[in-house]
């Protein structure tokens, strides 16, 4: 009794002129739809049957980042968070290293407007990583030193010589390029000897 239960009964199926029904009148359906589209373009212009308006881009993170900076000096420091957690999502959707660094800056200041930097410095130096990998995808030299420079302010030992190693690795053919990535060595020298 368990398995007949269990068995669905099979459609039947529809005749052919059933089926010339549903097949005509699908398409006198659609052939309404476009008919009203066209007679909406010759009355209303074509601007009537736009479907999607352009959505306006985000505000970039340097914009999201003042706030930041506002509400810190305002000393409302939930407030300097929640603007920082809008900050961080705005230059983590731009795909832009530059606003990773502003970000992961603005955190620091937070940080130190706090009680304890340390679980600030954590956060920012996981942020500087990403604004380093994003340089070498982009292959900016700048954005790896910018980055690396940060990094070396944490004393992260390990995130500067990554950065010293993607920096030369992107700057060998360019001469310019060369030459900050020599100055940048130079300058986290204490932390990575050449």
């Known amino acids: 009794m ?3 239960l269990l068995v669905k009964p099979l459609r039947e199926r529809p005749s052919p002129d059933q089926m010339l029904v549903s097949w005509e009148g699908g398409i006198a359906m ?3 739809w ?7 373009t010759a009355v209303a212009g074509p601007q009537a049957v736009a479907i999607r308006r352009p959505v306006a881009p985000p505000a970039p993170a340097a914009r999201r980042v003042d706030h930041v900076d506002q509400a810190a000096a305002e000393n409302d420091m939930a407030g300097a968070m929640r603007a920082w957690s809008a900050a961080h999502r705005a230059a983590v959707a731009s795909r832009r290293w530059q606003d990773l660094i502003e970000v ?11 009680t304890s930097s340390e679980p600030f410095d954590a956060t920012a130096r996981r942020i ?3 604004a380093v990998e994003r340089a070498r995808r982009d292959g900016s030299v700048d954005g790896v030193i910018r980055a690396g420079d940060a990094l070396s302010d944490l004393g992260d030992v390990a995130g500067v010589a990554r950065s010293l190693r993607i920096a030369r690795t992107l700057a060998s053919r360019d001469p310019d390029a060369q030459a900050d990535v020599r ?5 986290v020298a204490d932390l990575v000897p050449p």
């Open 104 to 114: 992961a800056d603005a955190y620091r200041r937070i940080g130190a407007a706090s």
């Open 2 to 4: 368990a398995a007949s």
């Open 183 to 187: 100055a940048f060595a130079a300058r």
């Open 128 to 130: 500087y990583l990403a």
């Open 34 to 40: 476009l008919l009203a589209a066209i007679l909406i």
């Open 30 to 32: 659609k052939g309404s």
